[in-house]
């Protein structure tokens, strides 16, 4: 059994994408092919965003959105302290200090209670300048956008949401990368739309910032690439990888995100009365980047991780470890709130294989095996 079984998505949609790489190599257009401006185009319309600027991958999406921004030196941003490295490596990247904030044991989003109390804790200290929250649509759902968007109006505050996980998901029918003043996608293989090798995108509705990432993507160009009007970096999503993702886009609208609601409710059915499942608040979807379960102690994880392998089946510790005891932060400003949560949360937490391609018997195989190692051999 595959984790997320990017072979048999392969075998499925092989025609459409042989085709569509073959039309890139014969045309020999692997930089800013017509392709990625009509990948930009659907995604855009997809999120309900009025730009779309794909870029290299989910990392430098993020960088260059905090450089539209204007973060540097001197500013704090907020991360949940419970995310994948990048979210919180950026803003320290760009000269910021992460401040992580703890996140809800259910859902794993970011808990705007203790967000507020870190921007308060940073206000009080004095020493950095509260600039923007970086939210994160952990495992595919989206964040808690009404309550963090009124902390972000009440101290002045800009809301970048991290949707490297979260493309494809909503609130109340509006979508994942509508929802930061920036928001920014990754197309890694592994998230819910995934192409062949690297690959992100930017979105927002503010043609100025929009013009900016554009600009700093390609050596901060002015008129053309060789006119340079500021500092940059390279980032740009290839034509093949916009060929790809056009394709998989269209199986991702039609079948995919509702294949994999589908296998994450059964599994919900399954295993509720066993373990922890994740919980998808009222009136969000998930497009299920994760389907993470919370055993009781680490412990009795570890014992169940191992005793999945023997059986064949593949899980993942995400994560190991809470952004705040991350080595790369020692010495930094970090962590000024309670992050109990997180704390917790990483040493009974487990991801279980979860992809549209999965069969209801692989699931049901799954299932079964959590059950008999929990509730029969403690
Ligand atoms: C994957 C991921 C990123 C980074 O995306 P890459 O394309 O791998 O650079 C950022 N944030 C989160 C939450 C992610 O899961």
Known sequence: MEFRDLKRQYQKLKPQIDTAISKVLEDANFISGSQVAELEDALAEYAGRKYCMACGNGTDALTLALMALDVGKGDAVFVPDFTFFASGETPAFAGAVPVFVDVFEDTFNMDPASLEDAILAVKKAGKFVPKVIIAVDLFGQPAEYGRITEIAK?????????????????IRGKMACSFGDISCTSFFP?????????????????????????????HGKGENKYDNV?????????????????????????????????????????????????????????????????????KQRDRLQAYLKEKGIPSMVYYQKPMHLQKAFDGMECACVDLGATEKICKRVLALPIHPYMEENEIEMVAEAVRQKVLYRK
């Open 190 to 218: 592994a998230k819910p739309l995934g192409c062949y090798g690297d690959g992100g995108a930017v979105f927002t509705d503010n043609g100025e910032w929009a013009a900016l990432i554009r600009s700093y993507q390609v």
């Open 230 to 298: 500021q500092i940059g970096i390279n980032s740009r999503l290839d034509t093949i990888q916009a060929a790809i993702l056009l394709e998989k886009f269209q199986a991702f609208c039609k079948y995919e995100l509702e294949a994999v609601n589908h296998a994450a409710e059964k599994y919900t059915k399954l295993l509720k009365d066993i373990v922890s499942v994740p919980v998808v608040k009222e009136g969000y979807y998930s497009s299920w980047a994760q389907y993470s379960i919370l055993l009781e102690n680490e």
């Open 154 to 170: 009440k101290y002045g505050l800009f809301v970048l949401e991290d949707a490297a996980q979260g493309f494809g998901g909503n």
